[in-house]
């Protein structure tokens, strides 16, 4: 009994030390040379810059496609107006010209949107700011006449709150991986000077 104990005991120290952090008695715990840091710091850079365009164009992808389903919707209140279902509720309240000038300024909000996360300049978020002021006056808007209707309508709630929700996304998208390029840039300005003995 007492060998399978101490059996026991030493697979599991040995299962301990696959997740224990390298010390400096370690053999691969030498100091980096600049060469190797400059290349390390390179590839982060790389890395971010990769995925910085990817997650950018992901977004401006969901945003086209937004903006696509509003043309549809444009189209179809232009040729059978009041038909689509969240259309239909505002009809007693609203014009048929006042929903199409509605879903173009969201439009023009996802637009503007869109810019901004392909802008490559430093001053790119003042986009995101401009689309937050269209999306806002939407916001208002659709939420005016939804509280006006005698039931409210869960449904259409993204008529509100779309330009403006994809507004704060790319503007909370666009903070993520500025404070990411931001970690590389410091990594960048810690590299310190190798000296060989």
């Not at 301990?16 to 850079?45: A, G, M, N």
């Not at 009809?91 to 637009?111: N, Q, T, Y």
């Not at 806002?136 to 039931?151: E, G, M």
């Amino acid at each position: 009994m007492k060998k399978l104990a101490r059996k026991w005991r030493r697979t599991r120290r040995e299962e301990d030390d696959k997740f224990v952090l390298p010390t400096s008695d370690d053999v691969d715990s030498r100091p980096i040379d600049t060469q190797e840091q400059e290349e390390y710091v390179r590839s982060l850079e790389e890395a971010h810059a990769h995925q910085s365009r990817q997650w950018r164009l992901v977004f401006a992808v969901l945003l086209i496609c937004y903006a696509a389903f509003l043309s549809y919707s444009i189209f179809q209140q232009f040729m059978s107006p009041w038909e689509m279902r969240y259309h239909a509720y505002f009809m007693e309240d609203l014009k048929s010209w006042m929903v199409i000038s509605a879903e173009w300024i969201a439009i023009m909000a996802c637009c503007l949107s869109i810019v901004g996360l392909q802008d490559k300049k430093n001053d790119h978020r003042r986009w995101f700011w401009y689309s937050c002021v269209p999306g806002s006056a939407l916001t208002i808007f659709w939420l005016y006449y939804l509280l006006r209707l005698p039931k409210f309508r869960w449904d259409a709630i993204w008529l509100p709150f779309g330009p403006l929700c994809g507004a704060g996304t790319c503007l909370y998208v666009d903070h993520l991986l500025e404070e990411s390029s931001e970690e590389v840039k410091k990594l960048r300005n810690y590299m310190y000077a190798y000296k060989a003995r």
